[in-house]
């Protein structure tokens, strides 16, 4: 099993985050409700296994806890990959939610780049700031050292907008992470990622 387990303490933040890329229980408390909802559509659509608690200074604003989140899961997601040998690398999806439509394309190359093309209609979602959700992208491409292209192709409701990027993200990430069959190759002309 490809897991890790991530304790990041700071004066902002406090989280424990346990990723298994094979699955396992999905439990996510951050204190903010529609971004549980969409972290756990991620592991849901994206089969993996994920125990999120995070305390966050939200009397501030959401920014610091959606931020430190992306962070500790691209750590995370780093350490579970290990040395990456077998794994495809590249991962795409597209995903519809009624009239809303997101492609996701990523790269597990080492390399951090967020390509992020999302306009939204609504500034929230709920209580949640919709701009907020590039921070958390750039945030997992940093610390995972992932190349991540968004592209919100339609959407009218910023909800909608939102879960499909989510589930695309886990959707092509589970493609990217999965072991090809009796490869043990790092799939790179660099022999390293």
């Known amino acids: 099993m490809r897991t890790a387990k991530i304790q990041?303490?700071?004066?902002?933040?406090?989280?424990?985050?346990?990723?298994?890329l094979e699955g396992g229980e999905v439990?996510?408390?951050t204190g903010i409700?529609?971004?549980?909802?969409?972290?756990?559509?991620?592991?849901?659509?994206?089969?993996?296994?994920?125990v999120l608690r995070a305390q966050g200074d939200l009397e501030v604003d959401q920014h610091h806890t959606i931020e430190d989140v992306g962070l500790a899961l691209g750590q995370a997601l780093r350490e579970a990959l290990g040395d990456k040998r077998g794994i495809t690398r590249f991962g795409s999806s597209h995903v519809p939610l009624d009239e809303s439509l997101a492609r996701?394309?990523?790269?597990l190359s080492g390399r951090a780049h967020l390509a992020w093309d999302a306009k939204f209609p609504q500034d929230f979602t709920g209580t949640t700031p919709v701009c907020l959700f590039k921070e958390f992208f750039q945030a997992v491409a940093n610390s995972s050292a992932t190349t991540i292209h968004v592209a919100l192709l339609a959407c009218e409701e910023s909800h909608h907008g939102a879960e499909c990027i989510f589930k695309a993200f886990g959707r092509a990430l589970a493609e990217a992470v999965a072991v090809r069959p009796g490869e043990t190759a790092v799939p790179s002309t660099k022999g390293v990622l």
Do not use: P, W, Y
């Open 104 to 107: 996701v394309v990523l790269d």
């Open 8 to 20: 990041r303490a700071t004066k902002e933040t406090n989280i424990e985050l346990a990723l298994a």
């Open 27 to 29: 439990s996510v408390q």
């Open 33 to 50: 409700g529609f971004f549980d909802h969409m972290l756990t559509a991620f592991a849901c659509h994206g089969r993996f296994g994920l």
